[in-house]
């Protein structure tokens, strides 16, 4: 069975939390597993703690800028992971200067998401990397994604379209804490109307679900957060 160290992964490092935020969605919708660090510091940790098969990387970062991270990637760690540049820099010397710092691609800001994605892809086929996950696992529950369904001890879950995707959304993301805002966008795939209500009860339906086939607990409250998996 597939799992999700079988998963793409991607690091995005960029400041800004709404650009942040709107790739990280893009990117988990397309089966993607994404980890957020909000400046180069922050995303040097996660580099030398994990391995990624891509990051997405802006220049003009708190702490450690984006032309350091990349030095350091390529000379320090000896890091081949490709990197896609996000910037506001449309100067020709400057995509000449992060080329030859090691940068693989450069994206100018404003961008569409649609370029960005394909511009992933052509990186994954290039370095050869191919991971379909087709299955998620957390304690008893199984997702299989291929098929969309759901499956606890071995029982089928019953479970509305934006309940599996509540659910497949928390399972790519084990560790994450997400918001109302955050499950409401990537479930319902709209904008989110500020109506609280509407992720409270799917997550009291799905827990209901969960618990007539099982006892343990699979989603956890984030007290004036959100919800994220159970431990």
């Known amino acids: 069975m597939a799992n999700e160290q079988n998963q793409l992964t991607i690091l995005i490092i960029e400041d800004d939390e709404h650009i942040n935020n709107v790739i990280f969605k893009a990117l988990s919708q397309e089966n993607l597993l994404c980890t957020q660090a909000f400046s180069g510091s922050e995303g040097m940790i996660?580099?030398?703690?994990?391995?990624?098969?891509?990051?997405?990387?802006?220049?003009?970062?708190?702490?450690?800028?984006?032309?350091?991270?990349?030095?350091?990637?390529?000379?320090?760690?000896?890091?081949?992971?490709?990197?896609?540049?996000?910037?506001?820099?449309d100067k020709l010397d400057n995509k000449l200067s992060l080329f030859a710092l090691g940068a693989d691609d450069y994206i100018t800001k404003p961008f569409e998401i649609e370029e960005l994605l394909a511009r992933i892809h052509v990186h994954v086929k290039r370095k050869g990397i191919n991971k379909p996950v087709t299955s998620y696992q957390h304690k008893n529950l199984i997702l299989h994604a291929n098929t969309r369904s759901v499956e606890v001890n071995s029982t089928k879950l019953?479970?509305?379209?934006?309940?599996?995707?509540?659910?497949?959304?928390?399972?790519?993301?084990?560790?994450?804490?997400?918001?109302?805002?955050?499950?409401?966008?990537?479930?319902?795939?709209?904008?989110?109307?500020?109506?609280?209500?509407?992720?409270?009860?799917?997550?009291?339906?799905?827990?209901?679900?969960?618990?007539?086939?099982?006892?343990e607990s699979y989603i956890e409250t984030v007290w004036g957060i959100g919800f994220r998996l159970s431990p």
């Open 46 to 89: 996660h580099v030398t703690q994990h391995d990624y098969d891509l990051v997405i990387l802006d220049l003009m970062l708190p702490g450690l800028s984006g032309e350091s991270f990349i030095q350091q990637l390529r000379t320090e760690l000896q890091s081949d992971i490709p990197v896609i540049v996000l910037s506001a820099k």
């Open 158 to 215: 019953s479970l509305t379209k934006q309940e599996y995707q509540i659910l497949e959304v928390l399972l790519k993301n084990k560790s994450r804490v997400f918001t109302k805002q955050d499950l409401y966008e990537l479930a319902w795939e709209d904008h989110y109307i500020g109506e609280d209500k509407t992720i409270t009860v799917h997550i009291s339906n799905i827990r209901n679900k969960l618990k007539q086939c099982d006892k």
